[in-house]
């Protein structure tokens, strides 16, 4: 459920999308608060849900993890236990980073890292022994066009 935002909110919110390691300090400089008025405001929005985590975000090839694959899922069954043990299986392997269910001819949309081929190929064979998946399309991920963005906070208008 979405909470109401202010003007201040919606700046802290850009802020924190295009910087979080900022100290709060700067974040009060930064949105014309005191600094304690600014905690207050920054702990009301990861206490709603509207800031999720603050985390840092890796680059997968200078990690480790040069294939990138985007695999789209096709489940052999459906319902809610099938759905429930694809849940499961996923959550439970650290290669799949992301995931998604889906509208279309596919039922999810996972994002996969791996550090060699082999280990790309035991995540397929265990989405489906383990998964429930019939069918599993992988799209190698060849160059980030651009990354991951904030969120567009600014009041529409």
């Known amino acids: 459920m979405a909470i109401s935002l202010d003007l201040i909110d919606m700046k802290l919110l850009e802020e924190l999308q295009t910087d979080a390691d900022r100290s709060n300090v700067e974040l009060a400089r930064l949105v014309g608060l005191s600094a304690a008025a600014t905690l207050h405001r920054v702990r009301r929005l990861k206490e709603s849900g509207v800031v999720r985590s603050v985390v840092a975000r890796l680059d997968p090839a200078i990690a480790g993890f040069p294939l990138q694959v985007y695999v789209a899922v096709t489940l052999e069954r459906h319902g809610d236990a099938a759905y429930r043990r694809f849940r499961e299986t996923i959550q439970a392997m650290p290669e799949v980073i992301s995931a ?58």
């Open 100 to 157: 998604d269910w889906v509208t279309g001819e596919t039922d999810a949309m996972l994002m996969v890292v791996a550090r060699e081929v082999a280990q790309l190929q035991r995540v397929l064979v265990r989405l489906s022994t383990r998964g429930g998946a019939a069918r599993a399309m992988t799209s190698l991920r060849l160059e980030e066009l651009k990354p991951a963005s904030p969120l567009p906070v600014a009041p529409a208008g």
